[in-house]
């Protein structure tokens, strides 16, 4: 059974930084894909950052780049995505999602190509 449970939301103000982490677990973790969706209230959940099996590759929303950094540790099985200079923008629930795939390139993908999905977190940016 594939599970992916995400952790580290909370309430923050505009300007400061959070930590969110997917672990993953009842999968062969290092030949998935992985990405950061989110969703906001009354929105469709969007694509925010996804790295490539090896961690090499990785590709961001122009919503978010050079503010989140997205990584992984196939050793522990966990992709985390670090989140600074917040926005209230940025609130939204925030949800793992996994990709079996081979290829070498991180690009963008829509929701609906992800194989499994964590339940989600809240992160809300107060302003």
């Known amino acids: 059974q594939v599970q992916l449970v995400e952790s580290g939301g909370g309430l923050v103000q505009a300007g400061g930084s959070l930590r969110l982490s997917c672990a993953a677990s009842g999968l062969t973790f290092s030949i998935y894909a992985m990405a950061w969706f989110r969703q906001a209230p009354g929105k469709d959940r969007e694509f925010v950052a996804g790295i490539s099996w090896s961690g090499i590759s990785t590709y961001y929303a122009d919503s978010v780049r050079a503010r989140f950094t997205i990584s992984r540790d196939n050793a522990k099985n966990t992709v985390d995505l670090q989140m600074n200079s917040l926005k209230p923008g940025d609130t939204a629930i925030y949800y793992c999602?996994?990709?079996?795939?081979?290829?070498?390139?991180?690009?963008?993908?829509?929701?609906?190509?992800?194989?499994?999905w964590g339940q989600g977190t809240q992160v809300t940016v107060s302003s």
């Open positions: 999602a996994a990709k079996r795939t081979v290829a070498r390139v991180m690009d963008f993908m829509p929701a609906a190509a992800f194989d499994y």
